[in-house]
T-cell receptor, first 111, second 112 residues
C-alpha cells in the first residue's frame, strides 16, 4: 500500500523567509510524484510531476526535488499570495492507477 | 473550456436520503476520480474510472456508486446518506496515467 507523509502539518513564514516542505513516501515502484496547491474553498491545482530521483522542477518561487525516499518543495522568498495548503501525491506501479495523497502542509506567509 | 464542473456546490441531506453528485469534464480525459476530503484526513479516493464503461473502487467506496456511460460524465451516487458522509467531495480528471489531475471546485455535503 502506497503511503505519503507530509511535514510539517502547518508552517508560518514571514514574507521573504525561505523554507522547505517535506513529502516522505513509501511506494512499490514509483511512477510519479505530484505536488498540488489548494486554496481555501477550492479544488487542488496541479503544480509539478517528478518521475525519478534527482529530478527537479521550478515554477516561480517554487522548486520541487525528488530522492528515492522523499520530495521537497522549496519556497524561495515567499509572498503572502503563496499562502495555501500544499499537497503531495504518489503513484506506484502496483494497485490502482490513481495517486495516493498526503494530508498536506498548510502554509501561511505573513506580510 | 470549462474544465471539470461539479454540481451542486452545496447540499444538505437528511439521513437515509439518496442523491447524485454530478461531474462533467470537457477535456476528453480518460481518467476520472472521486475523492472526499475531511479535516485531518487528506484526500481519500472513493471510486475511479480509466475510461467509459470502466470503473473500480478506491480506498473508501462503501455507500457510494458510480457509472461512466460517456467520457465526459462521471456521477457519484449516495445510496442512503449517513452523517459519516458529511464531507467535501472532489471530482478530478486526467488525460493520461502520469499527468496531473484537474480538479473541480468541489461539493460540500452535510448529512443531518
Amino acid at each position: 500500500e502506497d503511503q505519503v507523509t507530509q511535514s510539517p502539518e502547518a508552517l508560518r513564514l514571514q514574507e521573504g523567509e525561505s523554507s522547505s516542505l517535506n513529502c516522505s513516501y513509501t511506494v512499490s515502484g514509483l511512477r510519479g510524484l505530484f505536488w498540488y496547491r489548494q486554496d481555501p474553498g477550492k479544488g487542488p491545482e496541479f503544480l509539478f510531476t517528478l518521475y525519478s530521483a534527482g529530478e527537479e522542477k521550478e515554477k516561480e518561487r517554487l522548486k520541487a526535488t525528488l530522492t528515492k525516499k522523499e520530495s521537497f518543495l522549496h519556497i524561495t522568498a515567499p509572498k503572502p499570495e503563496d499562502s495555501a495548503t500544499y499537497l503531495c501525491a504518489v503513484q506506484g506501479s502496483g494497485g490502482s492507477y490513481i495517486p495516493t495523497f498526503g494530508r498536506g502542509t498548510s502554509l501561511i506567509v505573513h506580510p | 473550456n470549462a474544465g471539470v464542473t461539479q454540481t451542486p456546490k452545496f447540499q444538505v441531506l437528511k439521513t437515509g436520503q439518496s442523491m447524485t453528485l454530478q461531474c462533467a469534464q470537457d477535456m476528453n480525459h480518460e481518467y476520472m476520480s472521486w475523492y472526499r476530503q475531511d479535516p485531518g484526513m487528506g484526500l481519500r479516493l472513493i471510486h475511479y474510472s480509466v475510461g467509459a464503461g470502466i470503473t473500480d473502487q478506491g480506498e473508501v467506496p462503501n455507500g457510494y456508486n458510480v457509472s461512466r456511460s460517456t467520457t465526459e460524465d462521471f456521477p457519484l451516487r449516495l445510496l442512503s446518506a449517513a452523517p459519516s458522509q458529511t464531507s467535501v467531495y472532489f471530482c478530478a480528471s486526467s488525460r493520461e496515467l502520469l499527468y496531473g489531475y484537474t480538479f473541480g471546485s468541489g461539493t460540500r455535503l452535510t448529512v443531518v
